[in-house]
């Protein structure tokens, strides 16, 4: 899935959501910058909420969304 911009919900959406086995509330996104890769952890359901919507986060390219 590539897009020029958009959040980590909307990355989900356009991906066709998500299967009934998914855990929504442990979903990752890897990130790499230079030698570093970090790893931040968001709550799809709390978003969907309307509540914490700071994990909510802009993508960049090479992003990779996890869904366990």
């Given at each position: 899935?590539?897009?020029?911009?958009?959040?980590?919900?909307?990355?989900?959406?356009m991906a066709?959501?998500?299967?009934?086995?998914?855990?929504?509330?442990?979903?990752?996104?890897?990130?790499?910058?230079?030698?570093?890769?970090?790893a931040t952890t968001?709550?799809?359901?709390?978003?969907?909420?309307?509540?914490?919507?700071?994990?909510?986060?802009?993508?960049?390219?090479?992003?990779?969304?996890?869904?366990?």
């Amino acid at each position: 899935l590539r897009s020029s911009t958009g959040s980590s919900a909307s990355a989900l959406a356009m991906a066709g959501g998500t299967t009934p086995f998914a855990k929504l509330d442990n979903i990752q996104i890897l990130r790499r910058e230079g030698t570093t890769q970090t790893a931040t952890t968001f709550a799809y359901g709390d978003i969907a909420a309307g509540k914490r919507l700071q994990q909510n986060i802009v993508l960049k390219p090479g992003d990779t969304v996890l869904v366990p």
